[in-house]
């Protein structure tokens, strides 16, 4: 049920086709509890997580429930985040502490005093995806949106291996 009258910005609103969740799935331990901050039911995040037996908890801003004044206790932090509060997710993210891995764009990740200083002395790692990945803007009409200018990423914090991992997608497989 719909219960924040919280205006959205269109720019957030783009939505993760589940090929792009696969690659993260096999670095995340059998039987998690998993936190996914910025999604609703209807989030493939929540559907393919909750495929692998893992116990999903979905919050979302429509629900009234703002990622910045709500914890919820977990063994990971996974979705793909609002892009005009990229900054403060991160912020946010290591005051929690917990394992996390986020999707986003990697075009200006660390382009800024401020985006570098945040990262500068934390531990994370990044898993790059190969093709680029195609969002979409409605969960019951899931079309790709063409030409995506900009490649996507995971930034994790104790999740990955190593600190760069390069992932091949499958784009057939939405
Ligand atoms: C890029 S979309 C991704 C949605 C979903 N995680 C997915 O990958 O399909 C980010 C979502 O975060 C929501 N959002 C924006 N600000 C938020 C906040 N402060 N707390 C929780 N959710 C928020 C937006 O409305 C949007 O639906």
């Known amino acids: 049920m719909i219960v924040s009258s919280v205006a959205k ?15 993260i799935k096999k670095y995340i331990k059998p039987n998690s509890k998993i936190w996914c901050p910025f999604d609703t039911e209807k989030s493939l995040f929540v559907k393919e997580l909750s495929k692998d037996g893992h116990e999903v908890i979905y919050t979302h801003i429509e629900y009234g429930q703002d990622f910045f004044g709500i914890d919820v206790e977990c063994d990971y932090i996974i979705s793909n985040p609002p892009y005009s509060k990229k900054v403060d997710v991160f912020k946010r993210l290591f005051e929690l502490g917990r394992p996390f891995a986020m999707l986003v764009g990697v075009v200006g990740l660390f382009d800024s005093i401020e985006k570098a200083d945040l990262f500068k002395d934390k531990e994370f790692e990044i898993m790059y995806l190969n093709p680029r990945v195609s969002y979409f803007r409605d969960y019951d009409n899931p079309v790709e949106i063409k030409g995506i200018p900009y490649q996507s990423a995971y930034v994790c914090h104790k999740i990955l291996p190593k600190q760069i991992v390069f992932e091949r997608i499958n784009k057939t497989m939405y």
Do not use: M, N
């Open 9 to 23: 910005s269109r720019d957030d609103e783009y939505y993760t086709p589940a090929y792009a969740i696969q690659p």
